[in-house]
C-alpha cells in the first residue's frame, strides 16, 4: 500500500483545513484500515480538525465496534485482508444504518470504488490523497449523516403524533382544532368546518366521522357546488322510478345511504336557494322524502357542512338562507391556513415525502436546507393540498437523495411569501393597501376575524364587508 508525499503519515503537513467551516460537533469517526501507519496519520489530521477519532486493524474489530457504540462515519479501506471495505459496508447497513461510509482506494481500485459507491457509500478517497480533499469529502459526509439523522426524528416524532390521528399538525392552532374536534365529535351535534382551500376540512370531517360512535356506519360525501339545483336534491334525497326523464328505477339518496352514519355537505355555500329550504326541513325534522314520491322516510344522520365561502357575508347578501346558516352553524370549527401556523410545514412535508416515496417506490431521505427554508418563507395560498402536490412533484422528479429547490414549483420558489409586514409602493390605491393589511393581519392571526378586527381598531363586521 502506498502513502502519498503529501500524506506523509508522519503528520508534517497535518494540520487544519482552513476552508473548514468546523466539524460536525462530537461527530465520531471509526478509521478502518490494516496499514497502521496510515491508520494513525488520518485518525491523528482527523482528530486535530476536532473530531472524535476511532481506529480499527481490520473489518471484524470496525464491525465489533459498529456494534458497541454509535459512529457517524467509517473510513474504510477497501483491501484489507478477509474482510474487506465492501462487506463491512454491506455488514454496517445492516448493523448501524445510520452511519455513513467513505472508502478508501488505492490506485486502480476504482471499479470497486463504483460498486461500494452503489452499495451506498457516500464517496470515496484515493490514494494518495491531499489533506483538503479528504477533509472537505469527510465534513460532506458528516453533514449529510446529521441531516438524514434529523430527518429521521422528525419522522419518528411524526409517527407519534399520527399515531394519535391521521390529521399532522402539532402548532398551537392546529391542536386547539383537534381538540376542539375530538371533544365535539361524540355527540351529534351538526359542525360547520370553515377554512381557505386546501386547509383539510375533508380530512377534518373524516377524522370527526371516525372518532364518533357513528364510525362502523359510514361517512357519505355530497359536494354541493359541483351539481345543478336538480341533479343535487336527486342525489340528497333520491327518487322515485318515474320522478322525471331518466329515473328508471328507484334510487336512494345520500342522506339514506348515509343514515346512521354522517353526511358531509361540502361546499354548502354552493347549493342554491330552493335546495337550501328543502334541506333546512329535513335538518328539522329528520324526514326526508324522494323525489317524486310521497312516503316519509325517517333518516338519523349527523351533518357536516364545510365551505371556504364566508357565510355570513352571503347571508348578509340574501345568498345564504339565515335560518339554515344558524342550524349549520352549531358548532363552527374554523381551520387555519397553512402560512399562519409555518412550523407545521416541516412535519407535513416530511410527511407527504413518505407517502410518495412509497407510491413512487423511491428513497428521498428529506429536504436540503435551502428547501426548507424556501417551504418554509412562502405563503401557501392553496395551503396543504399545495404543499402535497409541490412534495409530490419533487419527489418524482428528484435525482438525489435530499430535495433541493431545483425540483421545487417556481411558483413556491418565487411566488408570495408570508411575512408580519406589508409593503406597499406608491403608487397603490387606498383601498388596495387597505386590503393588504387586513389580509396580512388576518393571516397573522390565523384567519380569526374578531381578533383581525380588534388589532386594526375596526369592528368584524367591517371587515366581512371590505373583504367583499
Ligand atoms: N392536517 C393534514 N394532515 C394531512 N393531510 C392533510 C392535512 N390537511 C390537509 N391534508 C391533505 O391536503 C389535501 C387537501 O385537504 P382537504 O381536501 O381536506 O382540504 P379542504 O379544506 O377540504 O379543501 P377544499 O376547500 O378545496 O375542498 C388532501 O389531500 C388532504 O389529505
Ligand atoms: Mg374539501
Known amino acids: 500500500m502506498n502513502t502519498s508525499p503529501e500524506f506523509n503519515g508522519k503528520g508534517s503537513r ?22 497502521p501507519e496510515l491508520s494513525r496519520a488520518l485518525s491523528k489530521l482527523l482528530s486535530r480538525n476536532g473530531y472524535h477519532v476511532l481506529t480499527a486493524g481490520n473489518g471484524e474489530e470496525g464491525l465489533a465496534i459498529l456494534r458497541r457504540q454509535e459512529i457517524h462515519l467509517v473510513l474504510s479501506d477497501l483491501q484489507m485482508p478477509k474482510m474487506g471495505g465492501l462487506d463491512l459496508l454491506k455488514a454496517a447497513q445492516v448493523i448501524a444504518p445510520n452511519t455513513e461510509f467513505v472508502i478508501i482506494t488505492g490506485h486502480g481500485t476504482i471499479e470497486t470504488a463504483v460498486d461500494a459507491m452503489r452499495t451506498g457509500a457516500y464517496d470515496f478517497i484515493e490514494k494518495p490523497f491531499s489533506i483538503t480533499t479528504t477533509l472537505k469529502v469527510v465534513r460532506k459526509a458528516l453533514e449529510k449523516q446529521h441531516l438524514i439523522a434529523e430527518n429521521r426524528d422528525l419522522r419518528k416524532r411524526l409517527e407519534e403524533i399520527q399515531g394519535v390521528n391521521e390529521i399532522i399538525g402539532n402548532s398551537e392552532p392546529m391542536r386547539q382544532a383537534i381538540d376542539t374536534a375530538r371533544q365535539v ?8 368546518l370553515t377554512g381557505e382551500s386546501g386547509t383539510g376540512k375533508e380530512v377534518f370531517a373524516t377524522a370527526i366521522h371516525g372518532w364518533s360512535d357513528r364510525s362502523k356506519q359510514t ?12 341533479l343535487l336534491e336527486a342525489e340528497l334525497f333520491g327518487y322515485e322510478k318515474g ?4 329515473a328508471v328505477a328507484r334510487r336512494r339518496g345520500r342522506f339514506e345511504m348515509a343514515n346512521r352514519g354522517t353526511l358531509l355537505l361540502d361546499e354548502v355555500g354552493g347549493m342554491s336557494m330552493t335546495t337550501q329550504v328543502k334541506l333546512l326541513r329535513v335538518l328539522q325534522e329528520n324526514v326526508i322524502e324522494r323525489l317524486g314520491g310521497s312516503e316519509p322516510i325517517h333518516v338519523d344522520v349527523r351533518i357536516i357542512a364545510a365551505t371556504n365561502s364566508d357565510l355570513p357575508t352571503m347571508v348578509s347578501e340574501g345568498r345564504f338562507r339565515e335560518d339554515l346558516f344558524y342550524r349549520l352553524n352549531v358548532i363552527n370549527l374554523e381551520l387555519p391556513s397553512l402560512r399562519s401556523r409555518g412550523e407545521d410545514v ?19 431521505a428529506g429536504f436540503t436546507p435551502g428547501a426548507v427554508e424556501v417551504m ?17 412533484r419533487a419527489v418524482v422528479l428528484s435525482k438525489d ?4 429547490v431545483d425540483v421545487l414549483p417556481n ?10 409586514t406589508v409593503n406597499i409602493p406608491v403608487g397603490t390605491t387606498l383601498r388596495d393597501a387597505e386590503m393588504q393589511l387586513i389580509q396580512a393581519t388576518l393571516d397573522s392571526t390565523a384567519g380569526d376575524k374578531e381578533t383581525a378586527a380588534n388589532i386594526l381598531g375596526i369592528a368584524s363586521r367591517t371587515i366581512y364587508r371590505k373583504m367583499q
Open 14 to 35: 497535518v494540520g487544519a483545513d482552513s476552508s473548514s467551516a468546523g466539524p460536525e460537533p462530537e461527530a465520531t469517526i471509526l478509521v478502518v484500515d490494516d496499514e
Open 185 to 192: 365529535a361524540a355527540s351529534s351535534a351538526t359542525i360547520l
Open 219 to 230: 361517512m357519505v360525501r355530497v359536494s354541493c357546488a359541483a351539481l345543478p339545483e336538480n
Open 243 to 246: 320522478a322525471f326523464t331518466g
Open 346 to 364: 416541516v412535519l407535513l412535508s416530511n410527511f407527504f415525502l413518505q407517502k410518495y416515496n412509497e407510491k413512487n417506490s423511491k428513497q428521498l
Open 376 to 392: 418554509a418563507k412562502y405563503a401557501w395560498p392553496g395551503n396543504v393540498r399545495e404543499l402535497e402536490n409541490a412534495v409530490e
Open 401 to 404: 437523495t435530499l430535495v433541493d
Open 411 to 420: 411558483s413556491v420558489v418565487r411566488g408570495r411569501q408570508r411575512s408580519d
